[in-house]
């Protein structure tokens, strides 16, 4: 088992950043991808981000890409997401996941075994 807990959501203004954090223990040697999803009212869930735990590699949705960015800290088993020119349609739920069983299918919300959660963001016009 993992277990995810995230922090970090709040209330901002269009075009504020802000950072989400998740902290992962456990079985967290058994990670190979951790990522964020969001889902806002009435919407599916959906695809944000995701970092492979040894390599590094990056994934973004065309929605975030060149204002989000994610990171990890394998030391301290944390990812990150620093979340730049923040507009009103970034307003959800932002969810913390793990992938441990090497999914090719990063975008696909059936390929994470872990979810936090949740930290909400609201981003005001």
């Known amino acids: 088992q993992v277990q995810l807990v995230e922090s970090g959501g709040g209330l901002v203004e269009a075009g504020d950043s802000l950072r989400l954090s998740c902290a992962a223990s456990?079985?967290?040697?058994?990670?190979?991808?951790m990522g964020w999803f969001r889902q806002a009212p009435g919407k599916e869930r959906e695809f944000v981000a995701a970092i492979t735990w040894n390599g590094g590699l990056t994934y973004y949705a065309d929605s975030v890409k060149g204002r989000f960015t994610i990171s990890r800290d394998n030391a301290r088993n944390m990812v990150y997401l620093q979340m730049n020119s923040l507009r009103p349609e970034d307003t959800a739920v932002y969810y913390c996941?793990?992938?441990?069983?090497?999914?090719?299918?990063?975008?696909?919300?059936?390929?994470?075994?872990?979810w936090g959660q949740g930290t909400q963001v609201t981003v005001s016009s």
């Open positions: 996941v793990v992938d441990i069983d090497r999914s090719n299918y990063y975008r696909s919300r059936n390929e994470y075994e872990y």
């Open positions: 456990g079985r967290t040697f058994t990670i190979y991808r």
